[in-house]
Nanobody, 128 residues
């Protein structure tokens, strides 16, 4: 089965940090752009970050996380990570990763329908 398995979520206080992991199952990451999305209760999916397949591609961050979140990938181990610092209550959501053959955008937002191999997500709760 081709999918991602996300992990690393949990409960953290405002200002804290978490590192989310995303393991690819049944396929290799090498040729895909990888995006991290989140969905808060009652809200639509929001694309927060995207890392290109090529080192000369564009890495994308949503304005809401720019300067606080960092996406990285390890193609040898078929893993993608999202380092989240200075977390805020509004970052509370279920976080997902997914793969795309479309380039990460230079501006605007990630297009949900461009992505595939969705996992079950990992819950991140930011609360005191």
């Amino acid at each position: 089965q081709l999918q991602f398995v996300e992990s690393g979520g949990g409960l953290v206080q405002p200002g804290g940090s978490l590192r989310l992991s995303c393991a690819a199952s049944g396929f290799t990451l090498d040729f895909y752009e990888i995006g991290w999305f989140r969905q808060a209760p009652g809200k639509e999916h929001e694309g927060v970050a995207c890392i290109p397949a090529s080192s000369d591609g564009i890495t994308y961050y949503a304005d809401s996380v720019k300067g606080r979140f960092s996406i990285s990938r390890d193609n040898v181990n078929n893993m993608v990570y999202l380092q989240m610092n200075s977390l805020k209550p509004e970052d509370t959501a279920v976080y997902y990763c997914a793969a795309s053959v479309h380039y990460c955008p230079a501006y605007g937002s990630l297009i949900l329908d461009d992505y595939e191999y969705w996992g079950q997500g990992t819950q991140v709760t930011v609360s005191s």
